[in-house]
């Protein structure tokens, strides 16, 4: 997708206001940019979490055998 073409969301006007109130004296230059900044990073952590290498099964074994060997 190209990184220069935008779209337009739609949000209540209580929240946009709520929002320019909130970026005041803040490095955000519109109610858009903190909204974009604020999905970027909700869209990071959930590919964070998806990329767990780990199940809670591998976890429990692991952490078995550290006991074994008296790491744990």
Do not use: C, H, N, W
């Not at 005041?24 to 974009?36: D, E, H, I, N, P």
Request: no cysteine.
């Amino acid at each position: 997708m190209d990184e220069k073409k935008f779209t337009t969301v739609s949000i209540p006007g209580p929240l946009f206001k709520k929002i320019e109130e909130r970026i005041k004296g803040t490095g955000f230059t519109s109610v858009s940019s903190y909204v974009t900044y604020v999905l970027r990073e909700i869209v990071s952590e959930e590919e964070e979490e998806e990329q767990d290498p780990f199940t809670e099964e591998d976890e429990e074994r692991v952490k078995e055998r550290l006991r074994a060997l008296g790491y744990l």
